[in-house]
Every structure is written in C-alpha cells, then in structure tokens.
C-alpha cells in the first residue's frame, strides 16, 4: 500500500527503468535477469547498451577492485572486446567505411542480444530500449578497451589546434557521423524496441581548455563546415592558439599580473573569435542529438527518444548555460539527468578543481564551492567533506529533478537518473546504500518527475541496494 504522504503516482504510467549490459544476460541468463528485476526490483523498462567499446556499457564491474563483486553474476572480470552485441544489417552502413563492427568476444559468439532479450521482455510486458553514449571509445573512468579493431578509424579522428591528431573520433567527420545515423536505423528497423535513450558526452574547445587538454575540432571537415558557416578559420586558430596558452601558463603556475581570472577575461576579449568557435562546434554537436531524434522519430513516430543528460551540465556553469533543459526538450520525449549521488561529491569536486587550477587559481577552494554552491543551486557537503558524505538525494537528486521539471516545462518528461553503486574512484569516496537508493527514488516523485532510470550498470549493482529502491516503489504504489 501506498504511503498516504507520498505524491500521486499513476501506475498505469509507470516507468521504472534498468541501464543493463549484454554481458549479464549471458552470465546470468535471460529469464533470470528478467525474474530479478520485475520481481524483486520493480523494473518495466530495459535499457541495453548494444553498441559500446566501454566496460560500464557492455561489461561486468569496472571498479571491483574497490567496491568488490554484486552478489549476483559472475566474479571475474571480463575481457570485453567491444563493438556491436547486435547483428548489423549491411545495407544500412553503405555510407560509411565503419561497417566491420560486431563484437568480437567469445561470450557473444553467435548471439544477438537484442534477439535473445526482447521476445522473453514481450512475455512479460516489459519495455526495451537501446542505449547508446558517446564518446564509444576510450573513455576515461569507463572502462575502455585498449584496442579498437575498427581498420581506419584513426583517420576519422579530431585535429587540434597545434594540428595533433585527437584522441577521439571527430563527430563532423562524415564517415563516422553517418556511422552512428546508420547503426541507430539499422536497429530502430529490425527489431521490435519501444525507444532509444542517446547520451552525448563530448567535451567544448573552452571545455577541453579548462581541463587541459588542447581545443578543437579542426578536421578537414569541421574546416569546411566552418568555411560555410563564414568563419574565418585561421584567425580562429590564432585566438584558441593565445587562449589555450593562458589555460597553459595558468595551470603551470604563472603570476599574472592582476590575478588569473581578470588574464582570462583579458585573453578572451581579445580574441572573440574564440567563442565563435565555441558556438560553432557547440551548434553542430547538438545538431546529432537532433539528427538522430530524427531518424528515429521518421524511422518510426512511436518510438519513445529520451536523452541521457551529463551530470557536469548541472556542475558548470558554462556547460549549464550552453545546455538549457527547454531547449533539449525540443528533440527529446524525456529527458534523464544523470544523478549519482554517492558518486557524485568526487565528479563535483573534480570539476571545481579543473576551475581551481585556472580561472579561479587565487581564490580559496571552500569559498569557491559555497559560492558555486549559490550559482548552481546546490546545497551540500563543505568542499573538505563531500567526496566522503556524497551528494543528500533530498537536496541534490530531489533538486535536480525539480529544475529539470521546471526547465521542460511541460515539453519532455524527467526521469531521474538514480546511482546504483555507479563506480567509485576513490577508497574514501562516499558509498552506496539501500537508503540512499530509497530516498533517490522517494525525491524523484516528490519533485515532480515521472519515472527512474536505475545507472550506470546492472552488472555493478547489490541486489541489496536495489532493495532500497524496491522499498521506495512499495510505498509509491508502484510495486
């Protein structure tokens, strides 16, 4: 029976979903998988990672080192080759060079997890989405493989400003664009999905500045766009070649004059063209997200298309200004701000400090955070104690969701991104509990969301703390 105090919640509409890995099907089994989360844990909706090179998509526990094994699948790590765990359609890629992308592991061998999942889902009125997150390669803190045994991919890759090749595949690269267009139709075609979840995690030139790494994109074809657009390229380089000299000199410990941030503020009104670059490769990184809603909605209007919302769009404030909630509503059903509130006090702290090395290098850190605190809206643990207490799910997953809500407005639904033992990077990192999984859920209903997306990977997560989240829909009604 539903708590007489919890909010209104209509069962019909219930959306209570698990991001979950091809790997646990196979250690575990379909049936058994299935059992566990519709019965135990309350879930309706799969979200499976198909097409991933990074371990917290299609793997088993990245961080077992430091928070041991779940007490379910198998306790051993796994060898993941990456690539696709469905079997690619070659008509679809006949616009792109990328076509030799199924996944070579030996687990996967003769299987397509879409296939082996979505008929016994079907049994039991269970949804199944696909989800996919880019960057889909060597990804740091996600479990990347090393290799990638993809011929030619490296000549897709991003050109920064001193003119190195990137680290990363380039999204205007048309090769690699037409890639993730034709493996999303590819799979919203031949199989019976209720909807795609698309997380689009790339990094600005200014980003990438202030965590120090050189600005781009200025790949042949991110050139030509730009040239198409009327921006003068190379006066571009000029201004992103000075600003990246001041992230450089600031990091590196120079004396400036009249403090680090009035030199950036100096550095940057001297060189505007750098933001019109920042506004260029911003405008055409959302344009995938809309290109992909796209496709999915022509392939098929039914479909549900929900955008998986980087947690650091709501700890920077220039990533928070670039990403305002009603205009991704626009190309989104719903939306899913990624909370991980255990997790969340390093991912926070982390971020302050790449701000802490430039920009605000002269100011203390504990006054930087309550006044970033006051900017962004959260309420939380002082800088010296959030790695250890984490973010309240109260203040920080019951307010996220609250802005989310009043962001949309109306135009999207908000489900709420809930952590679930999501990967710890450090042994004095705040640590998961049924509680804290409980009280996640209990805010998201409370603030005015819809549904909950239970992160990053079940293959990660206790049984025993899912069971806090079973407890909270027991007391919704939703169990």
């Known amino acids: 029976m539903a708590n007489p105090t919890s909010p209104k919640v209509n069962p019909d509409e219930k959306f209570v979903a698990m991001q979950i890995s091809p790997i646990s099907f196979i250690d575990e089994g379909v049936e058994e998988v299935l059992d566990t989360l519709q019965n135990r844990v309350g879930v309706n909706v799969l979200m499976i990672g198909t097409v991933s090179w990074l371990g917290l998509k299609a793997g088993r526990s990245i961080s077992h080192e430091l928070d041991g094994w779940p007490d379910h699948g198998i306790p051993e790590p796994f060898a993941m080759k990456g690539g696709a765990y469905f079997d690619p359609d070659p008509r679809y890629y006949e616009r792109t060079f990328i076509r030799d992308f199924k996944a070579k592991d030996p687990e996967m061998a003769g299987r397509d997890i879409l296939e082996m999942v979505i008929p016994a889902a079907r049994k039991r009125n269970m949804k199944v989405f696909i989800e996919l997150m880019e960057p889909f390669f060597k990804y740091a803190g996600h479990g990347s493989v090393n290799n990638v045994e993809i011929p030619n991919l490296a000549q897709c890759m991003e050109v920064d400003v001193t003119g190195r090749i990137g680290s990363e595949p380039?999204?205007?690269?048309?090769?690699?664009?037409?890639?993730?267009?034709?493996?999303?139709?590819?799979?919203?075609?031949?199989?019976?999905?209720?909807?795609?979840?698309?997380?689009?995690?790339?990094?600005?030139?200014?980003?990438?500045?202030?965590?120090?790494?050189?600005?781009?994109?200025?790949?042949?074809?991110?050139?030509?766009?730009?040239?198409?657009?009327?921006?003068?390229?190379?006066?571009?380089?000029?201004?992103?070649?000075?600003?990246?000299?001041?992230?450089?000199?600031?990091?590196?410990?120079?004396?400036?004059?009249?403090?680090?941030?009035?030199?950036?503020?100096?550095?940057?009104?001297?060189?505007?063209?750098?933001?019109?670059?920042?506004?260029?490769?911003?405008?055409?990184?959302?344009?995938?997200?809309?290109?992909?809603?796209?496709?999915?909605?022509?392939?098929?209007?039914?479909?549900?298309?929900?955008?998986?919302?980087?947690?650091?769009?709501?700890?920077?404030?220039?990533?928070?200004?670039?990403?305002?909630?009603?205009?991704?509503?626009?190309?989104?059903?719903?939306?899913?701000?990624?909370?991980?509130?255990?997790?969340?006090?390093?991912?926070?702290?982390?971020?302050?400090?790449?701000?802490?090395?430039?920009?605000?290098?002269?100011?203390?850190?504990?006054?930087?955070?309550?006044?970033?605190?006051?900017?962004?809206?959260?309420?939380?643990?002082?800088?010296?104690?959030?790695?250890?207490?984490?973010?309240?799910?109260?203040?920080y997953v019951g307010g996220q969701c609250a802005d989310a809500v009043r962001g949309v407005d109306g135009a999207a639904k908000v489900y709420m991104g809930i952590g679930v033992d999501a990967p710890r990077q450090r042994e004095d990192q705040a640590v998961c509990t049924p509680d804290i999984v409980r009280r996640s859920v209990l805010a998201t209903y409370e603030a005015g969301g819809e549904g909950v997306v239970f992160s990053p990977n079940y293959a990660s997560m206790k049984l025993t703390n899912l069971d806090g989240a079973a407890e909270a829909l027991k007391e919704l009604g939703l169990a």
């Open 170 to 395: 380039s999204t205007f690269d048309l090769d690699y664009r037409y890639w993730i267009r034709s493996m999303i139709e590819d799979q919203v075609r031949n199989y019976d999905l209720d909807g795609v979840m698309w997380c689009n995690e790339r990094r600005s030139p200014l980003d990438q500045m202030i965590y120090g790494q050189a600005p781009g994109d200025f790949s042949p074809q991110a050139r030509k766009e730009a040239l198409e657009y009327g921006i003068d390229v190379e006066r571009v380089r000029i201004a992103l070649k000075n600003l990246w000299q001041y992230f450089q000199h600031a990091r590196a410990g120079k004396a400036f004059v009249d403090g680090s941030l009035v030199e950036f503020l100096r550095v940057l009104l001297a060189n505007p063209e750098a933001l019109i670059w920042e506004r260029f490769w911003l405008e055409r990184n959302k344009d995938l997200d809309k290109e992909i809603y796209g496709i999915v909605k022509w392939c098929n209007p039914d479909l549900s298309f929900g955008l998986n919302v980087w947690n650091r769009n709501h700890f920077n404030p220039i990533r928070k200004a670039q990403w305002p909630w009603a205009e991704q509503a626009e190309y989104a059903d719903w939306v899913k701000p990624i909370t991980y509130q255990h997790q969340s006090g390093l991912i926070y702290r982390n971020e302050m400090e790449a701000f802490q090395q430039s920009l605000f290098r002269d100011v203390d850190p504990s006054a930087m955070s309550d006044l970033m605190y006051q900017v962004l809206g959260l309420n939380e643990a002082p800088w010296d104690e959030v790695v250890q207490a984490g973010l309240d799910p109260d203040t």
